[in-house]
């Protein structure tokens, strides 16, 4: 049938699987908005307060349903209000494509009212881009870059469609020829065999090893893989720590799980790592954040790593065995042909170091019990979002993650000012259920407006602010590494989050202590967006923690 461009780019996203899309309207996408009227009963469309807050939410979409979502902006400022978003959901290996109105094609290089090359102003930060120069092209485009951005290591794809081609028509044609399989989001990829040489090394390694650890990581729960990693914990009585990522792969009660490990990792985590003499690293890139000094770096220990990205293994950390594949390729045959090994003097070791770490949580109104009652309020299937610093932290030692994709939080690029949107999507990819927020009083500051879109679309969202009048992370490193100079970490803002909550429309309340804060949790029910602001000591500090140049002996404690 003979379609317009913007008519083309529904039916795909339609065929794609798509129903809720987020965005802004502008000028140079009128035309597509214009179809988007005329097929809300297809498509559900979520106007949010700004085009970084429409990424940020579409990049949670993706998280939480684990299928490739969409954005459309219009050209311009619309275009460059997406590039934090954009570089979030790279960095966290996200599926999202996003569209992007441009000028008439006639007037591309000329600096037109609202032109800017928004291919090369993201190439750095995109799995792939495109621009659309005739209308013959958009349809098998928009299909390539939903495979794209779905298959192997996931990731974002631009697709910029100047406003000429959005009116030009073209005799469409629907296709079942998607090579990903949108429910699952599962791609062909190449498959680890048993005979391959780096797999038999693997296995002799792993038997031989007396204190193994497996570092599980964002593509354990991207592939839904925690089962496995259990079964393989289980089968050679080996620990697990989590990069943050990691978070929820496998239950926070099962006995080996020793939680996140890296620069603000919990004690035992951490230390096992160190004194592990093989490390099988499952979906992990060995960021920064997670190894600190690279020299000292896991140096008594084997790492095998197994990654569906064959440019992430040695780029970090040089690996001694890599395994490039579908982790559920690979799990399957390891646990097939590994033997049951006991470790029962590794284990014991392992049992000291957890009774080291643990710290009593007492009854002061610090950020650690704030999260314990919060999380006691909540089911294994409540989705926790957060923002970027000490609040992050935080809720990654201390919440109790028991299931996979309950986590949302900006992990590689650490985006100050994601919470709020990812909370909106999270809770549209769920059904419309209750997502719970961290954040502080910095990030909070950050895209506040999208409490408009959480109320003005009934969002039910509860809002817990860590408000310390502080940007608590850097005025901790300021306290340690920087004799007490707060240069301009203390905000000293009067801003009345609660009043400023009401004002928006939703709930807003103010705790101090546990008690008023379970008051407060008890009467929350229903649908809505409540706002809680926790006033906490602007003291506080994440503990453990590594300084970012130092290793395991140089841990904070205290």
Avoid at 523 to 537: E, F, K, L, M, T
Wanted: proline content about 3%; hydrophobic content about 40%.
């Amino acid at each position: 049938m003979m379609l317009s461009g913007a008519q083309i780019v529904i039916e795909e996203l339609v065929a794609q699987g798509v129903n809720t899309v987020f965005g802004y309207p502008g000028g140079n996408v009128i035309d597509i908005y214009d179809e988007l009227y005329k097929n809300s009963n297809r498509l559900r469309h979520i106007l949010t307060a700004h085009e970084q807050g429409a990424a940020h939410a579409a990049d949670a979409y993706a998280r939480i349903s684990g299928r490739a979502s969409a954005v459309i902006a219009t050209s311009g400022p619309g275009a460059t209000n997406l590039v934090t978003g954009i570089a979030n959901a790279y960095l966290d290996s996200i599926p999202v494509v996003f569209i992007t109105g441009n000028v008439p094609v006639s007037m591309l290089g000329r600096d037109s009212f609202q032109e800017i090359d928004v291919l090369g102003l993201t190439l750095p930060i995109v799995k792939h881009s495109y621009v659309v120069r005739n209308v013959a092209q958009l349809s098998d485009t928009l299909r390539e870059a939903f495979r794209i951005a779905s298959s192997g290591r996931k990731g974002p794809v631009l697709v910029d469609i100047p406003k000429c081609v959005q009116t030009d028509t073209w005799e469409w044609t629907a296709k079942s020829d998607i090579l990903v399989d949108i429910k699952d989001g599962k791609a062909p990829i190449t498959a680890m065999e048993e005979d391959d040489i780096n797999f038999q090394r693997a296995i002799e390694t792993i038997e031989k090893s007396q204190r193994p650890f497996i570092y599980s990581g964002g593509g354990v729960s991207a592939a839904r893989a925690g089962d496995m990693v259990v079964e393989l914990s289980k089968l050679i009585n080996a620990p697990v720590g989590l990069s943050l990522m990691g978070l929820g792969s496998i239950p926070h009660s099962y006995e080996l799980n020793l939680g996140m490990s890296g620069m603000q990792g919990r004690y035992a985590s951490n230390m096992a790592k160190a004194e592990s003499d093989l490390i099988i690293a499952l979906g992990v890139r060995f960021s920064d954040r997670a190894t600190c000094n690279i020299e000292t770096y896991a140096k008594n220990a084997t790492i095998i790593h197994v990654e569906i990205d064959a440019a992430e293994i040695g780029k970090n950390v040089v690996a001694d065995i890599g395994l490039w594949g579908d982790i559920n390729d690979i799990l399957p045959k390891l646990i097939k042909n590994l033997k049951a090994k006991k470790n029962e003097q590794w284990l014991n070791r392992i049992n000291e170091l957890v009774s080291i770490g643990t710290v009593p949580s007492g009854n002061d109104f610090t950020a650690k019990n704030i999260i314990e009652r919060i999380n006691n309020h909540c089911d294994d299937d409540t989705i926790i979002a957060t923002d970027v610093g000490q609040h992050q932290m935080w809720v990654a030692q201390n919440y109790r993650f028991e299931k996979p994709r309950k986590l949302v939080t900006s992990g590689g690029l650490g985006a100050m000012g994601f919470g709020l949107g990812a909370a909106i999507g999270a809770s549209l990819a769920s059904g419309g259920k209750r997502v719970v927020l961290f954040t502080g009083d910095g990030s909070f500051g950050m895209n506040l407006i999208e409490l408009a879109t959480a109320v003005s679309y009934e969002i039910p969202i509860t809002i817990v602010i860590m408000n310390n009048s502080t940007l608590g992370m850097v005025r901790q490193m300021q306290t340690q590494f920087y004799s007490e100079r707060y240069s301009q970490t203390t905000l000293n803002r009067k801003t009345d989050f609660s009043a400023l909550a009401k004002a928006f429309g939703a709930s807003g309340y103010k705790a101090d202590d546990l008690s008023q804060l379970d008051t407060i949790l008890a009467g929350i029910q229903g649908s809505g967006v409540h706002v809680i602001d926790c006033i906490i000591n602007i003291d506080e500090k994440v503990l453990p923690y590594i300084p970012l140049d130092g290793g395991i002996e140089d841990m904070l404690m205290e």
